[in-house]
């Protein structure tokens, strides 16, 4: 017998999970669907921090200078495989774009927005999961090795200024003081008391999931193909069978592009593959997140190791993954740490799902009356899905929103 439409939710990563929570707020029978098991995906390798105080876009102001020195390094933070490089032409000119003073400041008021809200939407649902053990709020440490890049730092802390947001200069020889496990001779750092963290995001997920479970929620693995439309609604949606929907939530991350195509609906979704390299015994215990802008990575203690996260590698969806740069984090730290034991490292890749502003998609369909997008959040997924969730249930319901939604629409000029 054909079951009754549902409400659909496309993606079972972190920001799919919430969205479905806050859809079961409002009353609604919630279906999720994704080829993995839920939060198996990119959400589970991340450096679990919730990153409450950012403010910087990734197209900064004259980013353009520092592109090709960081692509031509032979183990660089960022890098393009050569042939990918005709695919993400378009993604890069608009990338180039916006990193205008002008598109910069507003990308910045976007990603601040979301990320001053992320605890307040967050922190209710680790509640109701009871999952408050896997959270701390030790804030987080972005370090500078040089005086060049402490000096650039600084400068760039007019961006917390104009938002508002607390941070705190720490001096080189202050740095021992808040994680002595770091090497002497750094240049300094600037401390974001409010960011959390989570010490394990795959349990944070399936917390969240079997909170999701129990109030009623479906879970289907499968992996979505198309969607079959009636005038201006999406009336089912393809798997393996044909599920019918009252309405439709995007939230498949890196794999969103090619469903919202199908929804009549175009945007420049390109994946940062980030890599982590995870040190199940390193020997030292971190009371808080590192960021070392310089490397493009960052170090985090959890609850199976040391996770270092990071570096950004476009080769799109298909290539295979290059866990060289995952095992070159661990000779990074090993400088950083001098008492790191880097052995048994296990790598991972995962594919942050980014947009050229940093300014994820949070939208109704222009095309359908009945679809919703949540997705490109890129390095921000963990610290912007709660509040993405209330959002996009907000939309779909009639509810007020946490922020307002225009900058935030799929049919934004790109």
Same mark, same amino acid.
């Given at each position: 017998m054909e079951k009754d439409p549902q409400t659909i939710v496309i993606g079972a990563g972190i920001v799919g999970i919430c969205t479905a929570l806050y859809l079961q707020e409002q009353g609604r029978q919630v279906t999720l669907i994704d080829r993995?098991?839920?939060?198996?995906?990119?959400?589970?390798?991340?450096?679990?921090?919730?990153?409450?105080?950012?403010?910087?876009?990734?197209?900064?102001?004259d980013i353009y200078k520092d592109i090709p020195h960081m692509l031509l390094q032979r183990s660089a933070p960022i890098t393009v495989r050569p042939a990918y490089v005709p695919h993400m032409l378009p993604w890069f000119c608009s990338f180039l774009s916006s990193s205008s003073s002008a598109r910069s400041e507003q990308s910045s008021i976007g990603i601040n927005a979301l990320c001053s809200k992320a605890l307040d939407y967050l922190a209710p649902l680790v509640t109701k999961a009871g999952a408050q053990g896997l959270l701390r /709020?030790?804030?987080?440490?972005?370090?500078?090795?040089?005086?060049?890049?402490?000096?650039?730092?600084?400068?760039?802390?007019?961006?917390?200024?104009?938002?508002? #947001?607390?941070?705190?200069?720490? +001096?080189?020889?202050?740095?021992?003081?808040? +994680?002595?496990?770091?090497? &002497?001779?750094?240049?300094?750092?600037?401390?974001?008391?409010?960011?959390?963290?989570?010490?394990?995001?795959?349990?944070?997920?399936?917390?969240?999931?079997?909170?999701?479970? @129990?109030?009623?929620?479906?879970?289907?693995?499968? +992996? #979505?193909?198309?969607?079959?439309?009636?005038?201006?609604?999406?009336? %089912?949606?393809?798997?393996?069978? +044909?599920? %019918?929907?009252?309405? #439709?939530?995007?939230t498949a991350g890196a794999y969103s592009r090619t469903l919202a195509k199908q929804l009549g609906s175009s945007v420049l979704l390109d994946t940062e593959r980030g890599y982590n390299l995870q040190l199940p015994s390193p020997g030292i215990e971190l009371k808080r997140p590192l960021l070392f802008a310089g490397r493009a990575f960052a170090a985090t203690s959890m609850?199976?190791?040391?996770?270092?996260?990071?570096?950004?590698?476009? %080769?799109?969806? @298909?290539?295979?993954?290059?866990?060289?740069?995952?095992?070159?984090?661990?000779? /990074?730290?090993?400088?950083?740490? &001098?008492?790191?034991?880097?052995?048994g490292g296990k790598p991972w890749m995962g594919y942050r799902p980014s947009l050229p502003d940093t300014v994820p998609v949070i939208s109704a369909s222009p095309n359908f009356d009945n679809a919703f997008f949540g997705f490109g959040h890129g390095h921000l997924g963990l610290t912007q899905a709660a509040v993405t969730g209330a959002m996009l249930s907000a939309m779909a319901t009639g509810g007020d929103f946490p922020v307002g939604a225009e900058q935030f629409r799929i049919d934004r000029p790109w």
């Open positions: 993995l098991e839920p939060g198996e995906g990119t959400s589970s390798g991340n450096a679990g921090i919730i990153s409450v105080g950012s403010v910087h876009p990734e197209a900064m102001p /709020q030790e804030g987080a440490l972005n370090i500078y090795e040089t005086p060049v890049q402490f000096a650039k730092a600084k400068l760039n802390c007019a961006y917390y200024d104009r938002r508002g #947001v607390d941070y705190q200069i720490i +001096e080189g020889p202050q740095l021992s003081a808040l +994680e002595p496990s770091l090497r &002497p001779g750094l240049a300094g750092g600037v401390l974001v008391g409010a960011v959390a963290h989570t010490v394990s995001p795959l349990a944070l997920s399936r917390s969240l999931f079997a909170l999701f479970e @129990k109030q009623g929620g479906q879970f289907i693995q499968a +992996e #979505v193909t198309g969607f079959t439309t009636q005038g201006r609604h999406v009336t %089912a949606v393809h798997t393996d069978c +044909e599920l %019918a929907c009252q309405q #439709v939530f995007v609850l199976d190791g040391l996770r270092l996260a990071g570096t950004v590698e476009f %080769a799109g969806l @298909k290539a295979p993954p290059n866990y060289a740069r995952a095992h070159r984090l661990a000779a /990074q730290a090993a400088y950083l740490f &001098p008492q790191l034991k880097a052995e």
